[in-house]
Every structure is written in C-alpha cells, then in structure tokens.
C-alpha cells in the first residue's frame, strides 16, 4: 500500500453491522479519529448474522446524517463495496477499513457468519487493510476507546508494510483486559436449537439458533484469549482453497476421467 501524503492524517472508512445509530460504531469513531480522518457508511438498520451477502436485486437507498457519516439500507457488504466505489461517500482511496464494534463476540465458527467480520472482509478482498472490532453485548464500551485507538493506529502503520492485504479480527473480553494475545480461529460451537411455534392463523413457524455451548476452547484460540480476559486479535485468510483436501478433489474428479469412457464430454 502507498504511504499516505507526507503530513496527510490516514483515511478510514468505518463500517459495522450492527446499523448506523449503534453505541459501537460511535465510540469506534472517536476511537479512530486519533488516527485519522473518518468517514462512516453503515447500514441504517440492524445487519447481525448477514454475514457477506450483497444486495443485488433492489435498490438501496442512501441517507447522509451528517457529514461523512452516511447510511446505506442494504447489507455491511453493500456499505464497503458503495463507500470504495460510488466516488461521493470519500475524498479518495481509503487507507484502512474498521468495522464494529460490534455488540457481541465474533469468535470461532461466527466468522462465517458475521456482518461485521464480512464488512472488513469485503474491504480487504478489495486490497484495503481492514480490521473488526467485536465485545461482549453489555459490555461498558467506555474504558475500549483507548485500546482501539492504539490498535488502529499500529494497524495503520503495519498495514504500510504488508506484502498482502493484511484482515485482522479483534475481540475484547468481558471485563478488564488483562493484555492481548495473537491468537487462530477457535470452535466456538453453538446449540443447535429449533424452536417450533404456531403463529395467530394456526401456521407453524421455527426460530433457530442457539447459545455457545460451553466447552473447552484449546489454548491458542480466539475463545481461550477471551476468556481468560485477554484483547483477541486473530489474523484472517482471505484464500479458501483446503490442501489437505486435495485428495478428496481428486477422487470426485476421477469419477469422469476413467479411460475409456468419454462420453460425457460429447454431451
Ligand atoms: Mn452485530
């Protein structure tokens, strides 16, 4: 990434999930405004558990609260993608993307399946360092300010020097923090939970999802760090291809590469 403009304060795009008004999102900014100058598209109403959809078939509508602070009615996803590519929501390029922070934790399994996490995803598919915030739900976000605001700004710097465009996921505990630690993706498995029930009109309906289960989360993990009262911060891959499944690819491949039988490939 090119170093900013000798003197100029770095550009951030600050997103969330969690929709424009969030408490989060707030203390983020000012967080982020010890870094550099801020610029907010977020969706204007709750987008938890979206995880990286796009809106493709409706228009999405657009309203400026105030200056550079913009809502979008559509996904964390279709925020990022109309901040980087509809030229009036910023001067310019943005340095670096933070999403959050985000009213409880995205740990283990929920980067599949986090809006906030997908916001910066989409950013650094995009070649834009980003980096998400998240906190447990009732959490005092107050004493979090100045922690994120030394993070964002070593990110910032990091991010200058980087080979690839860096994604990091950041949790903090519930409670002091007693540190950071670099940590991988953990488990985090959720119940399975389906509640049946009948609507007024007699027709059945089911909500689904579950608490975390509690278990032993490995030392190393996202879950373990937490929990133990330490910051969270958990470097993410942007290249899905699994090696170790190679094998597997190859045996489903085989099932029309046998010599001698071709014909499937004049249909
Ligand atoms: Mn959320």
């Known amino acids: 990434m090119a170093e900013p403009a000798h003197g100029s304060r770095p550009l951030i795009l600050l997103t969330n999930d969690d929709g424009v008004h969030a408490r989060g999102l707030h203390l983020l900014r000012q967080a982020a405004l010890a870094v550099g100058d801020v610029v907010i598209v977020a969706p204007t109403r709750e987008q938890s558990a979206q995880s ?17 602070v913009h809502s979008i009615d559509g996904t964390p996803a279709d925020c990022v993608y109309l901040a980087l590519y509809e030229r009036r929501f910023l001067p310019r390029k943005p340095d670096i993307v933070l999403s959050g922070i985000n009213a409880g934790y995205n740990l283990g399994t929920s980067v599949f399946y986090s809006g906030t996490i997908a916001a910066a995803r989409e950013a650094a598919l995009r070649g834009i360092p980003a980096l998400a915030f998240s906190a447990p739900p009732d959490v005092d976000l107050a004493p979090l300010q100045t922690i994120a605001t030394d993070l964002t ?14 994604l990091l996921n950041v949790n903090f505990p519930n409670g002091p923090c007693q ?20 609507d007024p009109n007699g027709r059945e309906y089911f909500w689904i ?12 993990t996202d879950a373990h760090a937490v929990m133990l009262g330490y910051v969270s911060v958990t470097p993410l891959a942007l290249e899905s291809t699994n090696v170790e499944h190679w094998e597997t690819a190859g045996q489903v491949a085989n099932a029309l590469s046998h010599e001698g039988d071709k014909s499937w490939l004049e249909r």
């Open 153 to 166: 700004r070593a990110f910032a710097q990091s991010a200058l020097h980087a080979a690839t465009t860096p």
């Open 179 to 198: 540190g950071v630690r670099v940590t991988r993706v953990g488990r985090q498995v959720y119940d399975e939970r389906v509640i049946p029930r009948i």
């Open 52 to 68: 990286h959809a796009i809106t493709l078939d409706r228009p999405l509508r657009h309203i400026e609260h105030e200056k550079d």
């Open 209 to 220: 999802g579950g608490r975390v289960t509690e278990g032993n989360e490995p030392e190393g």
